[in-house]
């Protein structure tokens, strides 16, 4: 969710993607705003090890604020629905990953897709860490974009670079943000596969609280939860970058089978 890219995005860089591997498929789910690159290090990591990858564009996304003002979270759930099916018809063998609000849909899809085998939650969120949120009932029809200030939680703040998002956010696109937080905390209980929680410890979008509610939440028997405090909100793209995604593949590795 942090970014500083003007509009429009260049889309040979947000483009989807897949990396063909073997039967076992991993979902990959960008963040807010977002676009597909800030999952590459997983991808990459998860295609050296014979993994299919599908990275896609959720819908509204890597177009312009103005398209992303048109969709709400049913219409970001609806494309994530569509491609897990599309993954489905070439691999046998299911997981989900996700990087904020994409976490946060990797585990409503937890909760409701029985053949995912295991999930992984990188800084997902069931509540935002700014007080202003508690306002988007009533600022979404006052103030139509919000502009993320120009401070960045990465520790590598070069980092920042390599999340190609808009610079402009639609109050309303962050108001139906909320409600799928909202959503997902009631359907936590409904989560039994094994699930990783990552979570950057100077994180500035989503207190590091939400993971441990995730955790503590979810029905699944094989839990665990990993905090890496040098990360910010982009733990995917930070400075542990590495650990995270070898983290989350040796996850997805052990229980996809």
Same mark, same amino acid.
């Given at each position: 969710?942090?970014?500083?890219?003007?509009?429009?995005?260049?889309? @040979?860089?947000?483009?989807?993607?897949?990396?063909?591997?073997?039967?076992?498929?991993?979902?990959?789910? $960008?963040?807010? /705003?977002?676009?597909?690159?800030?999952?590459?290090? +997983?991808?990459?990591?998860?295609?050296?090890?014979?993994?299919?990858?599908?990275?896609?564009?959720?819908?509204? $996304?890597?177009?312009? %604020?103005?398209?992303?003002?048109?969709?709400?979270?049913?219409?970001? !759930?609806?494309?994530?629905?569509?491609?897990?099916?599309?993954?489905?018809?070439? #691999?046998? +063998?299911?997981?989900? /990953?996700?990087?904020?609000?994409?976490?946060? &849909?990797?585990? $409503?899809?937890?909760?409701?897709?029985?053949?995912?085998?295991?999930? =992984?939650?990188?800084?997902?969120?069931?509540?935002?860490?700014?007080?202003?949120?508690?306002?988007?009932?009533?600022?979404?029809?006052?103030?139509?974009?919000?502009? %993320?200030?120009?401070?960045?939680?990465?520790?590598?703040?070069?980092?920042?670079?390599?999340?190609?998002? #808009?610079?402009?956010?639609?109050?309303?696109?962050?108001?139906?943000? /909320?409600?799928?937080?909202?959503? =997902?905390?009631?359907?936590? %209980?409904?989560?039994?596969?094994? !699930?990783?929680?990552?979570?950057?410890?100077? @994180?500035? &979008?989503?207190? %590091?609280?939400?993971?441990?509610?995730? &955790?503590?939440?979810?029905?699944?028997?094989?839990? /665990? +939860?990993?905090?890496?405090?040098?990360?910010? $909100?982009? !733990?995917?793209?930070?400075?542990?970058?590495?650990?995270?995604?070898?983290?989350?593949?040796?996850?997805?590795?052990?229980?996809?089978?």
């Amino acid at each position: 969710m942090t970014s500083r890219q003007s509009e429009p995005l260049p889309p @040979d860089l947000i483009a989807p993607y897949w990396m063909e591997g073997d039967d076992r498929g991993i979902l990959l789910l $960008h963040g807010f /705003a977002g676009t597909p690159p800030e999952m590459r290090p +997983l991808a990459e990591e998860l295609g050296r090890r014979g993994f299919t990858v599908y990275a896609p564009l959720l819908a509204g $996304h890597g177009t312009s %604020p103005e398209e992303l003002e048109k969709t709400g979270h049913r219409d970001w !759930i609806r494309s994530a629905n569509e491609a897990l099916d599309q993954l489905h018809t070439r #691999c046998r +063998l299911l997981g989900v /990953a996700g990087q904020s609000m994409g976490a946060t &849909i990797a585990l $409503h899809l937890a909760a409701t897709r029985p053949e995912l085998r295991a999930v =992984v939650s990188q800084a997902g969120f069931l509540q935002l860490r700014d007080w202003r949120v508690r306002l988007l009932p009533v600022v979404q029809y006052l103030v139509r974009w919000d502009t %993320p200030s120009d401070e960045v939680d990465l520790y590598d703040r070069e980092a920042v670079h390599e999340l190609y998002s #808009c610079g402009r956010r639609p109050t309303r696109a962050i108001a139906e943000l /909320a409600r799928l937080g909202r959503l =997902v905390g009631r359907e936590l %209980p409904a989560v039994f596969r094994p !699930i990783l929680v990552l979570q950057g410890g100077r @994180d500035s &979008i989503v207190d %590091p609280a939400n993971a441990d509610r995730i &955790i503590g939440q979810v029905s699944s028997e094989v839990r /665990a +939860l990993r905090l890496f405090p040098r990360s910010g $909100h982009g !733990i995917s793209v930070d400075v542990d970058r590495q650990e995270v995604a070898t983290t989350a593949a040796d996850w997805l590795q052990r229980y996809v089978r």
